[in-house]
Every structure is written in structure tokens, then in C-alpha cells.
């Protein structure tokens, strides 16, 4: 019964370790192209899906609150798009005078400088009980500040650059992010106003 229960109240960790296990077992099902389509499925309809519930459990009330937190958001974004990638080049400077390949260096420096991924900020801090509407708002805020500032922190720490597609990465973050959260809104009103 013990082992039941803790299941029960681990079942974000299970489902984790049972994907990770399956992935091991059959790769194949989770490739670009593959039976689940992950250029789909992953990129827009699960982050669309998170953000959709996000609105539908949130009240109004909490998201509006969440904006007047300047001095947190500051903070955030500070941390992560500044603080983190200043980070990273100081240990990966340490780690140069290790054989450690020079790529797999400028590759940990590029993950340092992009904002964190929106749907498992949001995932992770409901999960802990954190302030769901502040990770909402600083997950597709930092995204959309990510789309300008880690090709810059990529040309000042790599001194190398490329050319972002800006409108089409604009475009897929507000359709897979603000619009749906915006959807479960309407649907969370609509339904206070039947109750």
C-alpha cells in the first residue's frame, strides 16, 4: 500500500523515468518524423497544451498580479539572461585548459545563453507549489527577449553569430504561448460566469 501511494505522489517523476526508460528501449517512436512527430507534437501542440491549461487554472486576478512584480521579473531576467551565461563562460574558461574538445565547450556556452525552455518553468514550478502566474509571464517573457539577446551573448562569449528569423520565431512563441493561455482565459471566465 506504502509503495502505491508514494507512486501516487511521484507520478510526475514515474512518468519521467518510464519516458526516459522507453526512449532507451524503442528510440526510434521519438526521431523527427518518427510515429510521434516531435516537431510537432513537442514544439506545438504540448507547450500550446500547458499553456492552454495554465489559463484555464489560473485566475485572472493572479495573472494580472504577476505583472506589477517588476523587481522579481528584473530579477529573473537578470539571472538568466546575464548572471547565467557570465557563469558559464567563467567555469568554461576553467574547463579550457582541460582536453575536454573545444566544441563541446562553445556548445555548453550556447545552451548557457538561451532562456529556459517555457514549458517546463511553468511545469516545474506548479509542481512545487511556486507562483505559476510569475513563471507565465517570465517563461514567454524571456523568450521573447531570448530571441534579441542570446544571438548577442552568442556574438560577445563565441564571437560568432548567425541570422535569427525573427518574425517566424515570434510568430510560433505568441501562437504557442500567448494564445493559448489567452483561449484558457476566455474558456476559465466563461466558465465563472455559467457557475
Known amino acids: 500500500m506504502r509503495l502505491l501511494e508514494r507512486m501516487r505522489k511521484e507520478w510526475f517523476m514515474m512518468g519521467i523515468v518510464l519516458a526516459i526508460a522507453g526512449a532507451k528501449l524503442e528510440p ?11 516537431e510537432i507534437t513537442v ?6 497544451t500547458i499553456f492552454f491549461n495554465s489559463g484555464l487554472s489560473l485566475k485572472t486576478e493572479e495573472l494580472t498580479s504577476a505583472l506589477v512584480h ?8 537578470i539571472f538568466t539572461l546575464a ?11 576553467l574547463l579550457s585548459i582541460t582536453p575536454i574538445n573545444e566544441w563541446l565547450l562553445k556548445g555548453l556556452q550556447t545552451v548557457g545563453c ?17 507562483n505559476e502566474a510569475a513563471a507565465i509571464f517570465n517563461s514567454a517573457f524571456g523568450s521573447f527577449l531570448g530571441i534579441v539577446i542570446t544571438p548577442l551573448l552568442l556574438l560577445l562569449f563565441l564571437g560568432s553569430s548567425s541570422s535569427v528569423p525573427f518574425t517566424s520565431i515570434f510568430s510560433q512563441l505568441f501562437m ?11 474558456f476559465f471566465l466563461v466558465g465563472l460566469s455559467i457557475d
Open 176 to 186: 504557442t504561448v500567448v494564445v493559448p493561455l489567452i483561449i484558457g482565459q476566455y
Open 70 to 77: 517588476i523587481k522579481l521579473h528584473l530579477f529573473i531576467q
Open 83 to 93: 548572471f547565467f551565461p557570465a557563469t558559464i563562460w567563467l567555469f568554461l574558461q
Open 114 to 130: 538561451m532562456p529556459p525552455p517555457v514549458s517546463s518553468a511553468v511545469i516545474l514550478t506548479k509542481a512545487v507549489g511556486g
Open 28 to 38: 526510434s517512436i521519438g526521431v523527427n518524423g518518427g510515429p510521434l512527430k516531435p
Open 43 to 48: 514544439s506545438y501542440i504540448a507547450v500550446a
